[in-house]
């Protein structure tokens, strides 16, 4: 029998020998591997890098990338609804210069546009020159400037519509309103507190995306989500009012020329504040627009500050009306008790000093009353020292004396009340007209509207609503009751008190014929806590204003004045401020008999 092998013969054409392919079979595939792999790299490199911007820019044209579109801001509106702080459309125009060198000439492109901007050509070539796809030329300008320069079909400029904020009170209401920085921040006031209301949600913008958040190009992107509009916030303001107050604070500012200024306006039957206003003020709209083509209006933090909320000081005689609450409240002072001023007398070791004139000779024997409408200081501390620091200070902190009224407005402070265990016994008689503790212009005008009122602390609020833009309430605020502080005899005694003020004393100034007016005076020393001492010719004159007091009071008034050159007191600076207010709003809810209006020239 014979046996045969079987063998694997060698060929070029790459038949196996051995059972392997031929080497040079191997050698051949590899090389082409290597070829189309360099090739496709060699490829990838010219898409992705050398020629990345051509491809972009096809991309752009078969697939726009969209902007997520901005929310429209709500609107601040009065309680009337009158519009404090509106929106409106603008656009920003923005390019692409990498895009524009491509096709346009720059330099023909700046000239255009320079014309219609307020930019000069160097600085719009600047920004074409840019290494970028995406540069903003100037934001924010008119829709009709827009659509010229968009008119011209210039390869790689583009528009974008942004919101604008816009008051058209100008500068009334503007430390209650707030505003809006050029770059359309929200700063101050209602703006800034309210701002997660009124700002909705912008959308957003269609794409699709890898698992890193980079933008697939060529991918058909989805439709993207549109904006949530912002909700409208309803002030207790009543704008017309602010108007008034905001003329009668300027008369004061350019006659009386202090160095700053309040005005506040309270209904003391629910805590709602219908005016406000503070000096030195400003016009939101040039914050709003400040920047390029619009000249800033110097404004220091100093204009910003919403003195009512902001500021602590010393009130002075005006405190007295809590003096008075407490007096009558606690029983330690009975209407028909007498206290003597000499004019200067001892307490504590260290002498006490009347007020102007009346230092040397004194104002002698005096009730309640009269302490009250003379606007004693010796008195007023002998009533204080007879009420004792423990219920004169738990009687105060539960006015609200030494805190935060909880306002609803940016920046508010305290105030200061010292502790009744480390009160030596000249800083109660101090406390008695208003030193040795500190308020704010809301802290006091709420204290005492409460113990004018009835005996009932309102909670103080400026804003009544905030509303959906289908116009249906989303949140809606009621006047809050905080405690009661006094009793109802303590408060109907307390405003025949206030009324003596006006009729008989040192507020007399504030009379309205034929309406029963109340009212307190102040001049308070300003105190320098890093010297700790009063300061020298420094001084804040006030006023408060009820009416009517011969029933439930409508509304209480609160005027200061720091420093005035013109006028020394809270009767001659202060008091014609507030009763001007008075008269326009005892008129405007036919409280003003008839013939009053022209006596007063309102």
Known sequence: ???????????????????????????????????????LTGRLIYVQVINRAFYLEIDQRIHPVGIAQQSQPGAILDRHGQILATSTMTASVRVNPTLLRRHENPQAVATYLASKLDMSEQEVLRILDRDTNFA??????????????????????AQYLEYKRVYPHGSNGCHLIGCYSSDQRPLEGIEYWYRFVLAGQPGVAGRSVDAWGRTIIGQEADAGLPPVLGKDVVLTVDSELQRVVEDALDRCWTYNRPSEATAVVMDPRTGEILALASRPNYDPNLIASAGRGVQKAPVSPKDLRNLPVTREYEPGSTFKVLLAAAALESGAV???????????????????????????????????????????????????????????????????????????????????????????????????????????????????????????????YVVAQVVNPDGSVYREVKPQVVRSVCSKQTSDKLRKLLRKVVEEGTGRQAQIPGVAVGGKTGTAQIWDPKQRKWLPDQHLVSFVLVAPVDKQPEFVILVTARNPQRGQHGADVAAPVAREIAVFMLKERRLLPEGVAAVTGS
Request: charged letters at 15%; aromatic letters at 6%; hydrophobic letters at 40%.
């Open 1 to 39: 029998m014979t046996t045969t092998h079987a063998t694997s013969p060698a060929s070029p054409s790459g038949k196996l020998t051995n059972g392997l392919p031929d080497k040079r079979f191997l050698r051949t595939t590899w090389s082409v591997i290597v070829l189309l792999a360099m090739a």
């Open 136 to 157: 903003y030329l100037q934001r924010r300008i008119p829709l009709n400037i827009a659509q010229d320069i968009l008119a011209q079909q210039y390869t790689g400029i």
């Open 334 to 460: 009975k209407e028909n008790d007498k206290f003597f001023c000499a004019g200067t007398t001892t307490v504590g070791g260290k002498p006490l000093r009347c007020w102007g004139r009346w230092v040397h000779k004194g104002h002698g024997n005096l009730d309640l009353a009269g302490v009250l409408a003379q606007s004693c200081n010796i008195g007023a501390a002998k009533i204080a020292m007879k009420i004792g620091a423990e219920r004169f200070h738990q009687f105060l902190r539960n006015c609200g004396i030494g805190s935060a009224t909880g306002i609803g407005l940016p920046g508010e402070v305290a105030g200061r009340l010292q502790s009744p265990q480390t009160m030596r016994i000249r800083d109660v008689a101090n406390m008695g007209f208003g030193q040795n503790v500190a308020v704010t212009d809301i802290n006091l005008l709420a204290a005492i509207s409460a113990v004018v009122n009835g005996g009932i602390l309102m909670q103080p």
